[in-house]
């Protein structure tokens, strides 16, 4: 098993849809969760972080812990073609390395 | 926010040489963190580096292969000896953040194709 695992995808999504990704992770020491999005060509970057359990809003992205099921998720509301990507969950136990998932990549359909 | 300087940003190498990346930060940090992402994949970390000790090695990884310099608290190499085709990736330079977030920057990768 994997330590994160994601859906693979690719996700295709109609343009102002609801984005669902989707994420699991098998160490029950972590601690930090991560949604990193990475355009091709191009390094990751930051989009949300989360550390407790329970729903955290920023703007149209709203990241879900449930660390009782070692799930974490990431919604995008109100989907923009700019939105394709590749989504990479990361955690981390604590002020140390993270750990990335296979990552799931996100086509937004016009 | 760190930034991150790499280079090269490309580079094609022939099989058996090796080619050193470097990679300097704006700031000093204790751990600067080297992932390798191969073609269609996800990150991988290779090692972890900090200064003033050696490396840590993830599993798979070793310092004959991937030997890791870290001077100072600004900068580090990460060399890839004796290439191969399979060593075609990207190579990622990585620091935390000091704040809460402890989110993770990058630089901008070293793109190396082995020929």
């Known amino acids: 098993q994997k330590e994160v695992e994601q859906n693979s995808g690719p996700l295709s999504v109609p343009e102002g849809a609801i984005a669902s990704l989707n994420c699991t992770y098998s160490d029950r020491g972590s601690q930090s969760f991560f949604w990193y999005r990475q355009y091709s060509g191009k390094s990751p970057e930051l989009i949300m972080f989360?550390?407790?359990?329970g729903d955290k809003e920023d703007g149209r992205f709203t990241a879900q812990l449930n660390k009782a099921s070692q799930y974490v998720s990431l919604l995008i509301r109100d989907s923009q073609p700019s939105d394709s990507a590749t989504y990479l969950c990361a955690v981390s136990r604590g002020n140390e390395k993270l750990t990335f998932g296979t990552g799931t990549r996100l086509t937004i359909i016009p | 926010s760190a930034v991150i300087s790499q280079k090269p940003s490309r580079d094609i190498c022939q099989r058996g040489t090796s080619l050193t990346i470097q990679c300097q930060v704006d700031?000093?940090?204790?751990?600067m963190f080297w992932y390798r992402q191969q073609p269609g994949q996800s990150l991988t970390l290779i090692a972890t580096?900090?200064?003033?000790?050696?490396?840590?090695?993830e599993s798979g990884f070793v310092i004959d292969k991937f030997p890791i310099s870290r001077p100072n608290l600004t900068f580090s190499t990460l060399t890839v000896s004796n290439m191969s085709p399979e060593d075609s990736s990207i190579y990622l330079c990585?620091?935390?953040?000091?704040?809460?977030?402890?989110?993770?920057?990058f630089g901008e990768g070293s793109r190396l194709t082995v020929l």
């Open positions: 989360i550390y407790s359990n």
């Open positions: 700031s000093q940090v204790t751990m």
């Open positions: 580096a900090n200064q003033g000790s050696e490396a840590t090695y």
């Open positions: 990585s620091v935390r953040s000091g704040f809460n977030t402890g989110e993770l920057f």
